[in-house]
């Protein structure tokens, strides 16, 4: 169906969204805010996404509408739009695990390790796995985002718990788009290593967009 991706999109918000609405929490006021930071963050990802498409991957126009921005379909906007967003929705309902932070030490150094992933993206793009490259930069930028915001998201257990429930998403929705498949990769640009159908990038992909966002969130929330 040429409107498969398209239902994607509907079905990856509409779980948290009823979730939302059902408990009745005050993250529902906060919407417009996780639209502002879903938007902003999308920036940088659809300039990658638009720069490597036809390359790293492709678009199934089998499964796309043929209306395209910047050469991507407009389910591809959307996705950086409702998939963050409701990955925040379910941020705002998890503990937050204060009580085991002194007992998580490890976490302290956690950034230093992700601001290594940097110059070691750089050299791993220069060898022609370029995604992987990318993803690895990215984990780099997440050590120097959250230091400079001073949201310290890397420190708290409870973001560990929400990257565990990002990995499921990931196994779901990722394993369906390239099962499908509605995303297909050109296997050069990445280490060849997979989970089901689901090239490794994807999680490293997956796991920095989630963060960045998160970040964002909370160091505007804060500020409110």
Known sequence: MKFEYLLFNL?????PV??????????VSRWRLKLLVSVVVMIPYVIWDALVAGSHWQFNTVYTLDFRLFGLPI???LFFITVPFGCL???ETLPQLDRWFARLKLLRHIRNVLYAALPIGIWV???????????????GLVGLVDMLLRTDLLLRPKTY???AIVAGLILVFNGYLTARPVVIYG???QMGYRIWTIPIEDFGYGFTLMLFNTMLYEKLKDEK
């Open 11 to 15: 079905a990856v918000v509409v779980g």
């Open 187 to 189: 296997e050069t640009y």
């Open 125 to 139: 793009f220069s060898t022609g796995k370029q995604y992987t490259g990318l993803v690895l930069c990215c984990f």
């Open 75 to 77: 389910e591809e906007w």
């Open 161 to 163: 718990l929400y990257l």
């Open 18 to 27: 009823v979730s939302q609405f059902s408990r009745q929490i005050k993250s």
């Open 89 to 91: 929705l379910v941020w």
